[in-house]
């Protein structure tokens, strides 16, 4: 599967932002999805992730409660709806698909893959 993510932008802390990944290929309905970001001069690490059915969804503790993970697989895209934004979030966020045979909850990035370009989120205090 391929995977383009887009949405980034600029934004002040405590607006919103929605990115979208959408997914080439008939089979996006079969992957589990998740977010990941990387900030300048650190490691990428685990935003949140979704099952293929959108019924199981999980996030990083620094994201909970501010971030929503969503699908349609209707229309090949995942999406995060990114709002209370804080200048910590500003990051390259990738959208990626997990790998089968990972946990019900694997948040390392080994545990992905087809990562796709990324959308830049810049959050101004």
């Known amino acids: 599967v391929q995977l383009q993510a887009s949405g980034g932008g600029l934004v002040q802390a405590g607006g919103s932002l929605r990115l979208s990944c959408e997914a080439s290929?008939?089979?996006?309905?079969?992957?589990?999805m998740g977010w990941f970001r990387q900030a300048l001069g650190k490691e990428r690490e685990f935003v949140a992730a979704?099952?293929?059915?959108?019924?199981?969804?999980y996030y990083a503790d620094s994201v909970k409660g501010r971030f929503i993970i969503s699908r349609d697989n209707a229309k090949n895209t995942v999406y995060l709806q990114m709002n209370s934004l804080k200048p910590e979030d500003t990051a390259l966020y990738y959208c990626?698909?997990?790998?089968?045979?990972?946990?019900?909850?694997?948040?390392?990035?080994?545990?992905?893959?087809?990562w796709g370009q990324g959308t830049l989120v810049t959050v101004s205090s």
């Open positions: 290929g008939r089979t996006f309905s079969y992957y589990d």
């Open positions: 979704i099952s293929w059915s959108g019924s199981t969804t």
């Open positions: 990626a698909a997990k790998r089968d045979g990972t946990s019900d909850y694997a948040a390392r990035v080994t545990d992905f893959y087809s």
